[in-house]
């Protein structure tokens, strides 16, 4: 098992950057697919980029492909989600998780351990 905090949230203008870190406790950190995820209000958790247990492969959702950029640090347990180019609709609680490498990269339900969440809204 592994435990999830998220930071580096906050209220950006459009256009702007943002960076956030998710960082692990527990052994078995390497063994893990990493993915963000993000939900607002109205819509249902939705995927936003993953990563491999190596960190070789990465992933995006169609909406944030060539703005965001999904990293991870296997030495110090810790995966970052670079936002650039923020717009009005990244809105949203932004989510760490983290699942067996087996399972679909884009399912929710492939994730089996989540961070509380942090909160990224971008002003227009």
């Known amino acids: 098992q592994v435990q999830l905090v998220e930071s580096g949230g906050g209220l950006v203008q459009a256009g702007g950057s943002l960076r956030l870190s998710c960082a692990a406790s527990g052994r078995t950190f390497t063994s893990y697919r990493m993915a963000w995820f993000r939900q607002t209000a109205d819509k249902e958790r939705e995927f936003v980029a993953a990563i491999s247990s190596s960190g070789s492969s990465a992933y995006y959702a169609d909406s944030v492909e060539d703005r965001f950029i999904i990293s991870r640090d296997n030495a110090k347990n810790t995966v970052t989600l670079q936002m650039n180019s923020l717009k009005p609709e990244d809105t949203a609680i932004y989510y760490c998780?983290?699942?067996?490498?087996?399972?679909?990269?884009?399912?929710?339900?492939?994730?089996?351990?989540w961070g509380q969440g942090t909160q990224v809204t971008v002003s227009s």
């Open positions: 998780a983290a699942g067996p490498t087996y399972l679909a990269y884009r399912a929710y339900s492939s994730y089996n351990e």
